[in-house]
């Protein structure tokens, strides 16, 4: 059945019809607005008032569905419920002239929520969700859908402040890892996905990378889902298991956003070809169990063999999306996360990437349970500019020994 028969299947209550404005939705309408991302959209529910319209999109008409002014949680409620409804696949949009609004307010009760989570855990690294907080802000845009040159600047200069950062690699890991146990709201898929693959190209290959491989590395990973902004909303935010039918729309997200990205990119964007690539591949497996060309090995050593960079993706990818809390499943620690991975891994994943990176979550573990116990007793070590994490726990453990 065709996403237009789909869209059809929606009916405007009486009630919504008497209550909002609604006008035809045509092509020449549809230039004037934007949808937005629904990641997010539980962010909405942290504001006491919006000052720019929400509409939706349902069949051939649009609906000015909450006014400036008139937020409440039962009206996002609605939308969210209509969002998900089986067979009616709608859109959540903003006028275009009114995106920098949405935006900027998603941005506000972002940096909120980071100011909470550091106060709730001061084991964190604040540098770390400055970046990730910047990174979140570019996913975001690529989520929603329409890359163009200001979505890609935006992800150029997120992934640049990765590189010079100098952030230490376990401390970048661990920050990440535990953040979701403090706000799962704050977990978005494609901005850790992208610092964790550029810690992995930095500092956990027998080869690091250049700091513009790394560079790369990290837009791939902010773009890697971009095929997902075309996959009905029905379907994406189903709260529930795939039918085998549904999973089948889901796996085309690699395929429409190798597409996306070709199409920015021939209109001149500045997105790197292998994001593109990366789109494509990132559900590839290692030994040829993945979708949706059943590719396997390294590129390096075989034509038809995947990118290093989508194997680097791959195991980013997997690890941040089982840490996260679904309708359908609980969120996994950063142990148990690793535990399930390895059950499979010498057939998913590379294992010159993959093994490293096991050791080095198990580092971070250690690093934050440190942290734990210095911030329990009040006796806080500072570290040396000198000194990575991992060395200051093993330093701390020796003076710790001798103390003893």
């Known amino acids: 059945m065709t996403e237009k028969n789909n869209r059809r299947k929606f009916l405007i209550k ?72 089986p067979g009616a696949d709608i859109d959540i949009c903003v006028l275009k002239a009114d995106l920098p609004k949405f935006e900027a307010l998603i941005n506000q009760v972002r940096n909120k929520k980071i100011r909470i989570v550091l106060e709730k855990d001061r084991t964190l690294d604040a540098r770390v969700l400055e970046l990730y907080s910047s990174l979140s802000s570019a996913s975001q845009m690529i989520v929603r859908g329409g890359i163009n040159n200001h979505v890609a600047n935006k992800a150029i200069d997120a992934t640049a402040s990765i590189m010079s950062s100098q952030i230490d690699s376990d401390i970048a890991v661990g920050t990440l890892s535990r953040m979701i146990s403090c706000d799962s709201t704050l977990y978005d898929h494609s901005a850790s996905v992208a610092m964790l693959s550029a810690t992995i190209a930095m500092s956990f290959l027998k080869n690091p990378l250049s700091r513009e491989e790394c560079q790369i590395v990290a837009q791939c990973g902010l773009y890697h889902d971009a095929g997902k902004s075309c996959v009905p909303n029905h379907v994406l935010n189903k709260p529930g298991s795939f ?77 941040s999306a089982l840490l996260m809390k679904r309708v359908y499943k609980a969120a996994m620690s950063s142990t148990e996360a690793i535990e399930l991975m390895t059950k499979n891994a010498d057939d998913d994943f590379d294992p010159e990437i993959f093994y490293p990176f096991c050791d080095h979550i198990r580092t971070s573990i250690e690093v934050f349970r440190e942290r734990e116990k210095q911030s329990a007793s009040g006796s806080v070590r500072m570290i040396s500019e000198k000194e990575s994490f991992s060395e200051a726990l093993r330093n701390i453990k020796t003076e710790r020994k001798h103390k003893s």
């Open 14 to 85: 009486e009630s919504t019809r008497q209550r909002c404005k609604i006008w035809p939705y045509d092509e020449k309408t549809a230039r004037r607005f934007a949808p937005v991302s629904l990641e997010l959209f539980s962010y909405l529910r942290e504001v006491s008032a919006i000052d720019f319209s929400l509409f939706i999109v349902a069949c051939d008409e649009i609906i000015e569905f909450i006014k400036p002014n008139e937020l409440s949680a039962e009206l996002l409620e609605q939308m969210w419920q209509a969002s998900i409804r």
């Open 243 to 319: 039918t085998p039918e549904e999973f089948e729309i889901m796996k085309t997200h690699t395929i429409l956003g190798y597409e996306e990205l070709r199409r920015a990119i021939d209109k001149g964007a500045p997105v790197n070809e292998l994001a593109a690539r990366v789109a494509m591949e990132h559900h590839e497996r290692f030994k040829g169990r993945g979708y949706p060309h059943g590719k396997k090995g390294r590129l390096e050593d075989h034509a038809e063999g995947i990118h290093l960079y989508t194997r680097i993706i791959s195991v980013a990818d997997v690890y």
